[in-house]
């Protein structure tokens, strides 16, 4: 027999049908109903028009039909407020069941029914489950506080139950250990007045660390994420702590694994950085977080996003580890993305040479945005590991003659980049870039091209015209190439004076008479007044020498990086973005710090 | 590999349990325990908003709202963005829009869907939601729209107990199957929560009973292996999983002994032959602490079958089944091939079921096979050629050409080089050479048990690029 025939009414009033079978004398005939009101409800039919007779079911010794009663009354509460009303009586006598599994199941349900009239009467029941003998019914109890706490702060700091709460941190169960941290949790978020009563100190710390041994999966990440924000006094604390979360990364639950991760991570920041343990506990770290990559995709999105942070706070964590970071062929491709990225980030000397060959693989691939990315690897590549750069720049050069149009625009614009790191190195191969011109379609690639000639104009004899070429359809271009072609087409003029001055002023009254762009126009004027004023002052200041890019572009800026870490393992960390920039109001919550270097060890250090 | 065939197996290592004391477990570190007034900040949320089921047309089968704090109804808009992102090539599992944050796993032709407006802890959600799929697995066997539908009721009392207010709770099947089942209403007496359910031992109910006491131990060794297209090894890598089959009364303390190599150095066996373990995972009973402190497996197991630990290493060993291929394109004519299938494992042993895959062109017409051993087959669903060995002897070498036409026209997407895998068991054998000591099981009932011991070793993604 299955469920689904309850599917299958959808006669005229039906409605009507429902309600005097709801009414019925014969309890199976009820349950028969109330399945189908479920049912009606959950293919999203309004059947609130019901709510009386419902409710009228909810007296009952029948804990499946309680349960779907329970289930009606969370959907349709809050559009029946006064109705809500007649459901109170039920909770509390549920309240006081001999049976824990009632008992939980009403004041669980009792604190999702988000009625502001009713909460009045639910205080007592919920006092007395938080005292419950049951450790079941005390674990729902200590979550249903938090939903309270979620419609009507007040009330519970007024009733007292915050005191309550932080007292269950100390009961003998860790499931209720467990989801009292996770309420207290959810409640000092929403609310700093809650601070007060619902501090943690080393001691309540210490009973987590217990508890963290014995709860379940889900327990243990509710506890490791609430020590996660709590500060140790000294370097001795956060090593004790360190030590006793560590044995958790050895946890098949990929999410106690990262919270783990956090903690450490986190106390690390307050150790001697090249103290023995310091460094058994980064070598420490390295394997778990390889694993994850063998857990399901999503996981790996996750551990990958988290990675990538970690590597750029401790570069030596996963050094040794390039090898994993390969890409798979039936890799979905969010997660050939971001392996990427962690690539090149680990790339060295050591390994450049499998990564070079591993890239040039990668960038025969279909998939548009892989290849792309492949190729612009190539070049960090080739900016990051100098003694690399030949091989990068000849690897590219071979791309470039498969005459795939994204790959040769790619390729383009990173050998700007790598002209830009080691000028006046590989201009011999600028005669291969230029075959391509008149394939380049996309902006980038069309201004990195302007650019190059603009740069090295002085060595290509037909600069002038290739730079003429570009000028016919000037007002077509994206304001990006327009820019570059009126900076390269000056530069050609300070090379060479003599045969481009028409070129000159052709770009010039383009660019500050025919053009809506205030950056093109202002730019355009100041190169002209240059010009007319001052030529060698001219010279000096476009054809001045550039800094050197740097090697790393991309790299998350340090403190916006601390922050982070901190996050590790929640959607902040896979965001790269702190908290407050995508949660509304109040519950992005307390920009986090990583904890200073404590006193006793900078002591240490002053010896 | 087919557990049923278990009890036949010839090489069934058969072993007494021992029934010595168990070590007591070493005294609780002390900690300082001085009352300081820190400053901390917490914040952190966990939160899930709401569950979803939706039908791969983005249809609600089945939904939970957990928090009240989000209009349900933006899941409607749910389908639309995930095909733009597919569209737009940024496919990832988790999407923003506005102040949600949708994530989503896939399974079969579902999708389960959580929504949030917090900073929530983003792997909890998604190992939550695969948790769910495995639930709903060993409720309905199979979960496809269906299975859900028939089961709505029972879904929805699921829904309610793993999960409350976005805090995970019990999510052990075999235990929540004690208190939440289809049949159980019809009983008069209503069920109550489970001892387990609170209990530090949330994984095994008391009071189980058992005519004959046994354990099965099955070792599996996967093999992942990624070779590049000039036969480079670039990655070679051991998964292995112990997975066991618990038929114990009462509540069995286990402790299973295996050749670690940390263990073995730092007992002074250094010399006895032994395997570096370089991750080790266990399930939720192992008592972690105690493996950090001296590498004792020490657990209280759940009833029937689960996955006591799995761990990793990197090999150096030869690849167990290598493969070349020499593959000849004639544009707008044919393509040519030519496998050679090599065992590099000892003789005595032999690697069953071999399936070799390789990718052929998706217009590619007219399949001829020409081989030695085994037998061949086009899939044109896979876009491959199957190559069948039932049985592949070490030290062997076999050989398979196949021949394709191709048409005159040029098929306009290019199609990338799809690698060849491999699929493959070798019984009683394992890469690593990683061993069951012993496994000692006490109850205080004190009755003997025996354990059962097997090994096999498999591919996992094995993949060797073509040229």
């Known amino acids: ?607 | 590999m087919s557990l049923q065939s278990w009890l036949k197996s010839p090489a069934l290592l058969k072993r007494k349990a021992a029934t010595s004391d168990l070590e007591n477990t070493p005294p609780q570190k002390k900690f300082c325990k001085t009352m300081s007034q820190n400053s901390y900040d917490w914040c952190r949320k966990m939160s899930a908003s709401a569950v979803y089921i939706l039908d791969v047309k983005g249809k609600v089968l089945i939904c939970r709202n957990y928090r009240g704090d989000i209009d349900m109804s933006c899941i409607d808009k749910f389908m639309s963005l995930v095909m733009d992102r597919e569209e737009e090539g940024h496919m990832t599992p988790i999407i923003q829009h506005g102040n949600v944050t949708f994530v989503y796993i896939k399974y079969n032709n579902l999708y389960l869907v959580a929504t949030t407006l917090k900073n929530c802890n983003i792997a909890l959600v998604f190992s939550f939601l695969h948790k769910l799929v495995q639930i709903m697995i060993e409720y309905f066997k199979e979960i496809e729209e269906e299975s859900i539908r028939d089961n709505f009721v029972l879904i929805y009392e699921l829904l309610d107990e793993v999960m409350d207010f976005g805090f995970p709770q019990t999510t052990d099947s075999k235990i929540l199957q004690e208190y939440i089942t289809q049949d159980g209403h019809k009983l008069e007496v209503a069920p109550r929560p489970p001892m387990a359910v609170t209990n530090a031992v949330s994984w095994r109910s008391e009071k189980i009973k058992y005519r004959k006491n046994e354990v099965f131990l099955d070792v599996i060794e996967s093999v992942n292996l990624l070779v590049s297209a000039n036969g480079n090894v670039l990655r070679s890598e051991i998964v292995g999983a112990i997975k066991m089959r618990v038929y114990l009364s009462g509540m069995p303390e286990l402790r299973l002994g295996l050749n670690d190599k940390v263990l073995f150095e730092s007992t002074g066996r250094g010399k006895s032959k032994s395997v570096e373990l370089e991750d080790v995972k266990f399930h939720q009973c192992v008592r972690l602490s105690r493996f950090e402190n001296d590498r004792t497996i020490s657990f209280i197991p759940p009833d029937g079958e689960f996955e006591l630990m799995s761990y990793r290493l990197n090999t150096h060993v030869k690849p167990l089944i290598w493969v070349e291929s020499v593959i000849e394109r004639h544009a707008h004519s044919r393509v040519e091939y030519m496998i050679k299938a090599k065992s590099q494992f000892k003789r005595r042993s032999t690697a069953n079921n071999v399936e070799i895959i390789i990718p052929v062109p998706t217009d590619a017409d007219t399949p001829k096979f020409k081989t030695t051993v085994g037998n061949c087959k086009y899939a044109p669903d896979l876009n491959s050629v199957i190559w069948t060995i039932k049985s592949f002897p070490g030290g062997k070498e076999y050989l398979m050409r196949a021949h394709f036409n191709l048409p005159s026209v040029l098929a306009e997407d290019s199609e990338g080089k799809p690698p060849i895998h491999v699929k493959f068991e070798i019984p009683y054998f394992t890469v690593s050479g990683i061993q069951v000591r012993y496994l000692k099981i006490i109850e205080k009932s004190g009755y003997q048990a025996l354990p059962w011991v097997r090994y096999i070793t498999q591919n996992g993604d094995y993949q060797l690029r073509t040229q």
């Open chain 1, 1 to 607: 027999m299955t469920d689904s025939k309850y599917f299958t009414t959808t006669k005229k009033g039906e409605i009507f049908e429902l309600k005097s079978e709801l009414q019925s004398e014969k309890r199976e005939k009820k349950k028969e109903a109330v399945k189908k009101v479920i049912a009606s409800m959950t293919v999203g039919k309004d059947v609130s028009a019901l709510f009386p007779d419902v409710v009228n079911c909810i007296q009952t010794d029948n804990l499946e039909l309680k349960k779907l009663v329970y289930l009606y009354l969370m959907n349709y509460a809050k559009s029946q407020p006064d109705m809500a009303i007649l459901a109170v009586n039920t909770f509390v006598k549920d309240c006081e069941d001999s049976n824990p599994l009632i008992r939980a199941l009403a004041v669980r349900t009792m604190g999702c029914i988000r009625v502001d009239k009713i909460i009045d009467y639910l205080c007592q029941p919920l006092r007395n489950c938080l005292k419950d003998e049951d450790p079941y019914v005390r674990k729902t109890a200590a979550v249903c506080v938090a939903k309270l706490y979620d419609i009507n702060a007040q009330l519970v700091e007024d009733q007292g139950f915050l005191d309550l709460l932080r007292d269950m941190l100390s009961d003998s169960n860790p499931m209720v250990v467990a989801n009292a941290v996770a309420a207290i949790s959810e409640i000092l978020e929403s609310s700093p007045t809650a601070q007060q009563v619902l501090e943690m100190n080393a001691s309540t710390i210490n009973k987590l660390l217990t508890a963290l041994n014995e709860c379940t999966e889900w327990g243990q990440v509710f506890i490791l994420d609430a020590i996660s924000n709590y500060t140790p006094k000294d370097d001795k604390e956060a090593q004790s702590i360190c030590e006793r979360v560590t044995p958790r990364l050895a946890h098949a639950n990929a999410a106690v694994v990262l919270s783990a991760v956090k903690v450490i991570m986190k106390f690390m920041e307050m150790l001697d950085a090249t103290s023995e343990y310091v460094l058994t506990l980064v070598k420490k770290l390295a394997p778990p977080l390889v694993t994850l990559l063998s857990a399901e995709a999503e996981i790996q999105y996750v551990a990958l996003r988290n990675i990538n942070l970690i590597v750029q706070k401790r570069s030596d964590i996963l050094k040794n580890e390039m090898k994993v970071f390969f890409v798979k062929y039936n890799d979905p491709i969010y997660v050939k993305l971001e392996k990427l990225d962690i690539m090149i980030r680990l790339t060295s000397q050591a390994n450049i040479a499998q990564v070079l060959a591993e890239l040039k693989e990668y960038a025969t691939e279909v998939d548009v945005d892989f290849v792309r990315k492949s190729v612009r690897a190539i070049g960090r590549c080739a900016i990051k590991v100098e003694p690399a750069a030949e091989k990068c720049v000849s690897t590219l050069l071979d791309l470039i003659q498969t005459k795939v149009n994204y790959v040769v625009q790619e390729a383009i614009v990173v050998i700007k980049d790598i002209f830009r790191k080691y000028p006046n190195k590989y201009e011999s191969i600028i005669a291969t870039l230029c075959e391509n011109l008149d394939t380049l379609d996309e902006p980038e690639a069309r201004a990195s091209m302007i650019w190059i000639i603009g740069e090295y104009a002085e060595r290509i004899d037909n600069a002038d015209e290739l730079l003429e070429s570009f000028l016919e359809g000037f007002q077509d271009e994206n304001s990006q190439v327009q820019l570059q072609l009126l900076t390269a087409i000056v530069k050609l003029f300070l090379k060479r004076p003599t045969d481009t001055q028409e070129l000159v002023q052709q770009v010039l009254s383009l660019a500050t008479q025919d053009s809506d762009n205030p950056d093109l126009r202002d730019r355009g004027y100041i190169y002209w007044r240059l010009l007319s004023t001052d030529p060698a002052a001219a010279k000096e200041v476009v054809l001045a020498e550039k800094p050197l890019i740097s090697e790393e572009t991309d790299l998350i800026e340090p403190t916006l990086l601390d922050e982070l870490i901190c996050h590790i393992s929640s959607l902040a960390s896979v965001y790269h973005k702190p908290p407050n920039s995508f949660v509304e109001g109040r519950q992005g919550g307390l920009r986090r710090v990583l904890p200073p270097k404590s006193s006793s060890y900078r002591k240490h250090t002053r010896r």
